[in-house]
């Protein structure tokens, strides 16, 4: 399984990012993806995630109402569109594949469940 995520970049506060994980090697039907993010000095953190097998998203206190995560099934890609960006979500974003066997919040957006990994991409948001 290969992921690689892009579309980070340097953003104003209020700005927009859309952020992209491509997947090879995996399915949809035996993967989900989430999204996590690191910041300097600070444990990585599950900001989303999507189970296209059975339609169910999740989403961190600190980004719901602003984040949208979504897939494209035919492309094998997943996709994070990121509004009203904050300096907070300043960090390197990664994406990773959970077996889809995995159900409810608590298992998806903790790291230890997650098989493979991106290289991440790094967003900055000025103040």
């Known amino acids: 399984v290969q992921l690689q995520a892009f579309g980070g970049g340097l953003v104003q506060t209020g700005g927009s990012l859309r952020l992209s994980c491509a997947a090879s090697?995996?399915?949809?039907?035996?993967?989900?993806i989430g999204w996590f993010r690191q910041a300097p000095g600070n444990e990585r953190e599950g900001v989303s995630s999507?189970?296209?097998?059975?339609?169910?998203?999740y989403y961190a206190d600190s980004v719901k109402g602003r984040f949208t995560i979504s897939s494209d099934n035919a492309k094998n890609t997943v996709y994070l569109q990121m509004n009203d960006l904050k300096p907070d979500d300043t960090a390197v974003y990664y994406c990773?594949?959970?077996?889809?066997?995995?159900?409810?919040?608590?298992?998806?957006?903790?790291?230890?469940?997650?098989?493979?990994w991106g290289q991440g991409t790094q967003v900055t948001v000025s103040s």
């Open positions: 990773a594949v959970i077996r889809t066997y995995y159900r409810g919040i608590y298992y998806y957006m903790r790291a230890a469940f997650y098989d493979y």
């Open positions: 090697g995996a399915t949809f039907d035996d993967y989900a």
């Open positions: 999507i189970n296209s097998k059975d339609g169910s998203t």
